[in-house]
């Protein structure tokens, strides 16, 4: 698969949020305002890009080597949240307002299936490390485009006249099922 097709399809026909259901937390906890929302699409692209580059190293150049596969899943997540507290505290230091409008959602993100899965799925299709570092970055985008449109589409609806057992959480499951559905429509575009 050429590194365009791992992009396209991470970004839309295999988006990490709509079709493959990891990072539903932030997703739908932090997509109440755009602005948040574009935060935490670019911290989560970030961890994703950067990881990337050291699942793949440490996967292949410490575990394999020294026999200890089976200690990916640990090493992957100790990468992960070193460079979430890495981000945090920059964003902390560099922007405050958004620091706290994303809240305990931050620090989440190193539990984010999201960023654990991506590095997952690049080393069991057994990608090289330019097609791994593809494919977290269009993961990332595609979470950014996911998270942002559902919270534009938040925006909309609270401004709308919706039934009662509607509002919040119950519209907003609704509006990502849609979202779900035409994102779906991208998949067999590549192959």
């Given at each position: 698969?050429?590194?365009?097709?791992?992009?396209?399809?991470?970004?839309?026909?295999?988006?990490?949020?709509?079709?493959?259901?990891?990072?539903?937390?932030?997703?739908?906890?932090?997509?109440?305002?755009?602005?948040?929302?574009?935060?935490?699409?670019?911290?989560?692209?970030?961890?994703?890009?950067?990881?990337?580059?050291?699942?793949?190293?440490?996967?292949?150049?410490i575990l394999i080597p020294v026999?200890?596969?089976?200690?990916?899943?640990?090493?992957?997540?100790?990468?992960?949240?070193?460079?979430?507290?890495?981000?945090e505290m920059v964003i902390k230091?560099?922007?405050?307002?958004?620091?706290?409008?994303?809240?305990?959602?931050?620090?989440?993100?190193?539990?984010?299936?999201?960023?654990?899965?991506?590095?997952?799925?690049?080393?069991?299709?057994?990608?090289?490390?330019?097609?791994?570092?593809?494919?977290?970055?269009?993961?990332?985008?595609?979470?950014?485009?996911?998270?942002?449109?559902?919270?534009?589409?938040?925006?909309?609806?609270?401004?709308?006249?919706?039934?009662?057992?509607?509002?919040?959480?119950?519209?907003?499951?609704?509006?990502?099922?849609?979202?779900?559905?035409?994102?779906?429509?991208?998949?067999?575009?590549?192959?």
């Amino acid at each position: 698969m050429g590194v365009i097709s791992i992009i396209f399809t991470a970004m839309l026909a295999d988006n990490i949020v709509l079709s493959q259901f990891q990072g539903i937390c932030p997703f739908l906890g932090v997509s109440k305002k755009s602005d948040t929302a574009l935060g935490m699409g670019f911290a989560v692209m970030f961890v994703m890009a950067i990881s990337s580059i050291f699942t793949y190293m440490v996967y292949h150049y410490i575990l394999i080597p020294v026999g200890i596969e089976y200690m990916r899943t640990m090493a992957f997540i100790l990468i992960i949240a070193s460079l979430v507290q890495m981000i945090e505290m920059v964003i902390k230091k560099y922007s405050p307002t958004l620091y706290t409008s994303l809240g305990v959602y931050l620090p989440l993100i190193t539990t984010n299936c999201a960023v654990l899965g991506t590095a997952n799925s690049a080393i069991d299709i057994g990608y090289n490390l330019i097609n791994t570092f593809a494919l977290s970055i269009a993961t990332g985008v595609g979470f950014l485009i996911a998270i942002f449109i559902l919270s534009g589409l938040r925006d909309k609806i609270d401004k709308t006249d919706i039934p009662k057992c509607f509002k919040g959480f119950p519209i907003t499951l609704i509006a990502a099922s849609i979202m779900a559905l035409a994102f779906a429509g991208f998949s067999g575009m590549f192959s």
